[in-house]
């Protein structure tokens, strides 16, 4: 046998069962992510068909609330989750992970057993990408643009990371505040902090 040959993984057989997988939000419309996910689930040997629940499309007064109870009626294994909706899901779900509650955002919601589970992976994402992107970068002080859901998770990844003092943005800057005051009661006083200008 050639080495060649011998690196070859065999042909993955595709499982029986599909799984169903959704993202929900506004203006996804033009979104490459059900093509990425598809594409990956079959890589892996997964009948993987993924939805965009684009709120855009639906009726405009469809409570968040029923495209949820849709989405398991419907036989989804559970959702992505993006903008506008990875804070206003919190009072839908049963149970949050560690890091949707230290984020107070989701953006992965699984359906087990009746019950809803909102998990953010955004802060592993983020760092990850932090740690192998930006190895050497200086971190003594970083400016953040946007304190919002994925903000958040970015924010906690940072502080995670080392960074010594975060300055939050927003043009909200009382959503720019209470992520501040989250930050310095889980990673230490005066560490992050608003920049009003």
């Known amino acids: ?28 419309a033009a979104s490459r992510t059900p093509l990425m996910h598809e594409r990956e689930g079959e890589r892996l040997g997964l009948r993987y068909i993924y939805r965009k629940l684009d ?60 019950r809803r589970f909102g998990h953010n992976t955004d802060i592993w994402g983020f760092a ?25 998770a970015v924010a906690h990844a940072l502080m995670a990371e080392g960074v010594g003092a975060l300055a939050l943005y927003d043009t909200d800057t009382a959503r720019a505040k209470d992520l501040a005051d989250d930050l310095c009661q889980r990673f230490g006083a005066g560490r992050a902090y608003v920049a009003d200008d």
């Open 128 to 152: 990850q990408g932090f740690r192998t992107s930006l190895p050497g970068v200086a971190r003594e002080r970083v400016l953040q643009i946007g304190a919002g859901g994925a903000g958040a």
């Open 1 to 28: 046998m050639s080495t060649l040959s011998a690196l070859k993984k065999p042909p993955v057989t595709p499982s029986a069962a599909p799984v169903l997988i959704g993202l929900i939000g506004a203006g996804i």
């Open 55 to 114: 709120t855009d499309s639906l009726r405009a007064d469809a409570p968040l609330a029923d495209i949820l109870q849709y989405a398991e009626f419907m036989g989804f294994t559970g959702l992505n989750v993006t903008y506008p909706f990875k804070q206003q899901i919190l009072p839908l779900l049963d149970e949050l992970s560690e890091n949707a509650r230290a984020v107070g955002a989701v953006n992965t919601v699984v359906f087990r057993d009746g």
